[in-house]
Nanobody
């Protein structure tokens, strides 16, 4: 198990930006897909996007496509989620996790961090 730790959340006004980080305490293997999810109060955990570690190819949900960018820093074992044009409905706890397959389902992922809270005010 390689623990993952999210950071970078906070309170931002609608239209603002945030960059979240997901740092792994150890090596991220090339076979991994690193995913970002979010969970709002009373709602199911929702796929935001993912990045295939070996190629850097990214995938996004239709809900956030065009407003978020996922990137990686291999030497730092870190994945980033840049979020722009934030909306109040983006308010949630954001999590990162890993999988060996590209999936939008939380059950396909493991190594969940504690999450980081993002609150967007209107």
């Amino acid at each position: 198990q390689v623990p993952l730790e999210e950071s970078g959340g906070g309170l931002v006004q609608a239209g603002g930006s945030l960059r979240l980080s997901c740092a792994a305490s150890g090596r991220i293997f090339s076979s991994w897909v690193m995913g970002w999810f979010r969970q709002a109060p009373g709602k199911a955990r929702e796929f935001v996007g993912a990045i295939r570690w070996s190629t850097g190819r990214t995938y996004y949900s239709d809900t956030v496509k065009g407003r978020v960018t996922i990137s990686k820093d291999s030497p730092k074992h870190t994945v980033y989620l840049q979020m722009d044009s934030l909306k109040p409905e983006d308010t949630a706890v954001y999590f990162c996790a890993r999988s060996t397959d590209l999936s939008t389902q939380p059950g396909a992922y493991s190594g969940w961090g504690q999450g980081t809270q993002v609150t967007v005010s209107s």
